[in-house]
Nanobody, 126 residues
């Protein structure tokens, strides 16, 4: 059974940092693009960042560019999201997602992902 498990969320003051992790099990995703999305209360799920299978390319939403960094460790089947200079508007449940197909380029479209984690809450206080 494939599972994506996020961790690292929590409560942080504005300007602070958090590092999210997403550990995959049940199959390897070392050949697949992965991504992070988030959903705030009353809002639709939105794209945050994506990374190709080899980590050669990364893409970010404009709202997080320059503050967040996505990375991966294929040996650990894990993807990370380092978040810095956090703002109250970053408050959301953050979800990890993975594509089934190999060597994909990643996507900002949530429909392009086949597996999802259960989410981890990030709350940024002002």
């Amino acid at each position: 059974q494939v599972q994506l498990v996020e961790s690292g969320g929590g409560l942080v003051q504005a300007g602070g940092s958090l590092r999210l992790s997403c550990a995959a099990s049940g199959r390897t995703f070392s050949n697949s693009a992965m991504g992070w999305f988030r959903q705030a209360p009353g809002k639709e799920r939105e794209f945050v960042a994506t990374i190709t299978w080899s980590a050669s390319n990364t893409y970010y939403a404009d709202s997080v560019k320059g503050r967040f960094i996505i990375s991966r460790d294929n040996a650990k089947n894990t993807v990370y999201l380092q978040m810095s200079s956090l703002k109250p508007e970053d408050t959301a449940v953050y979800y990890c997602a993975a594509q089934l197909r190999w060597y994909g380029t990643g996507s900002s479209d949530p429909h392009e992902y086949d597996y999802w984690g259960q989410g981890t809450q990030v709350t940024v206080s002002s």
